[in-house]
């Protein structure tokens, strides 16, 4: 703690889940570095990037932890989920069955929780509006049943890519201070 009144400090984890393929890390590295790779390969083990935004004149920073291709074993261990303050959950508009699998990542997620955790389901690739399989009428409903901020995304465009992350890192704030 600052004992010497020093500025405060935030610091807060956010996890991005879904299941694989989504596009969870370009949607990381859109808002990190705003880079998107067609190609992106999944690599194994945790990786994350931080990334700070001025909220009310104060630096906060988002610690934003991405699965790294762990999703594809169903090996997201405890760890990841431990100390999250925020989380995305993404599914691809353009295929169905990671929308209906979003039920299974947020119970994972609220297992693993002890604490209140911000959560914005992400409907990513509405740049794939021509082969769209779930209405975002759909994507709304379900988020309002589970207390969840709703956006559809493009990483690939970078389509409400900044602000889906920021509105989760706004609520976080809020919650805490
Ligand atoms: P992850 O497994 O959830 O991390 O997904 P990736 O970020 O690796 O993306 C999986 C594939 O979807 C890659 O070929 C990406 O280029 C593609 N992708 C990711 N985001 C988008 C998007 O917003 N629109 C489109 N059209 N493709 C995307
Ligand atoms: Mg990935």
């Given at each position: 703690d600052d004992s010497e009144g020093e500025a405060e400090e935030y610091l807060f984890?956010?996890?991005?889940?879904?299941?694989?393929?989504?596009?969870?890390?370009?949607?990381?590295?859109?808002?990190?570095?705003?880079?998107?790779?067609?190609?992106?390969?999944?690599?194994?083990?945790?990786?994350?990037?931080?990334?700070?935004m001025d909220i009310d004149g104060k630096e906060v920073k988002a610690q934003i932890w991405d699965t790294?291709?762990?999703?594809?074993?169903?090996a997201v261990t405890s760890a990841y989920y431990r100390g999250a303050f925020g989380a995305l959950l993404v599914y691809d508009i353009s295929r169905r069955s990671t929308f209906e699998?979003?039920?299974?990542?947020?119970?994972?997620?609220?297992?693993?929780?002890?604490?209140t955790v911000a959560k914005m389901l992400v409907g990513n690739k509405c740049d794939l509006d021509n082969i769209r399989e779930v209405?975002?009428?759909?994507?709304?409903?379900?988020?309002?049943?589970?207390?969840?901020?709703?956006?559809?995304?493009?990483?690939?465009?970078?389509?409400?890519?900044e602000t889906a992350f920021e509105i989760v890192i706004k609520e976080i704030y809020s919650n805490v201070s």
């Open positions: 984890k956010v996890v991005i889940i879904g299941d694989s393929a989504v596009g969870k890390s370009n949607l990381l590295s859109r808002y990190a570095r705003n880079e998107f790779n067609l190609h992106s390969k999944a690599t194994i083990g945790v990786e994350f990037q931080t990334q700070s790294a291709g762990q999703e594809r074993f169903r699998n979003v039920g299974r990542w947020l119970q994972e997620l609220n297992t693993h929780s002890d604490t209405p975002v009428e759909e994507g709304k409903a379900l988020a309002e049943a589970e207390s969840m901020f709703f956006m559809e995304t493009s990483a690939l465009d970078a389509t409400n890519v």
